[in-house]
């Protein structure tokens, strides 16, 4: 079977409060030398993610925009393999718009792997409590 590697807005994080409860109430946080990641499990049907790229950390236009598409590029291709629904929200480090591409997806590849551990593992952690 193949798989589809869309990345319409059921995968997205798109209102403000849900921003919020990822920033407030994250389970998970995965630090790499240009991005921050925080995640927390949720109740919706898929892994969602948001992106916040402040002007402040990456000052061009033009950067930010290549920032946005390949977090959301290499998400879509990794959204497979999530075997926990969590909402992620990456954010971007000061000096990110000096590394290339190659090294961004590099890093983006290694922090999904990681939150696929940790989701993996606070989610049996989660059943065996409600079990006991």
């Known amino acids: 079977m193949m798989t589809l590697y869309s990345f319409g807005t059921e995968f997205r994080i798109r209102c403000a409060a849900d ?25 919706q049907p898929n892994s969602r993610l948001g992106i916040v790229v402040a002007k402040k ?8 925009n290549r920032v946005k ?3 959301r590029e290499s998400f879509r291709l990794h959204q ?4 926990a629904d969590i909402d992620i929200v990456v954010m971007p480090k000061v000096g990110i718009d000096t590394i290339s591409n190659q090294e961004l997806h590099q890093q ?4 999904w792997q990681k939150l696929q551990r940790l989701a993996k593992k606070h989610s ?6 409600l079990q006991n």
């Open 57 to 64: 950390k990456v000052r061009r236009a033009h950067e930010r």
């Open 108 to 111: 983006l590849d290694f922090a």
């Open 80 to 83: 497979a393999q999530f075997n």
């Open 69 to 71: 598409r390949l977090a």
């Open 19 to 43: 921003y919020k409860s990822v920033f407030d109430g994250a389970l998970f946080k995965v630090h790499q030398p240009h991005f921050l990641f925080l995640a927390k499990l949720t109740e």
């Open 124 to 129: 049996k952690v989660a059943t065996t409590a």
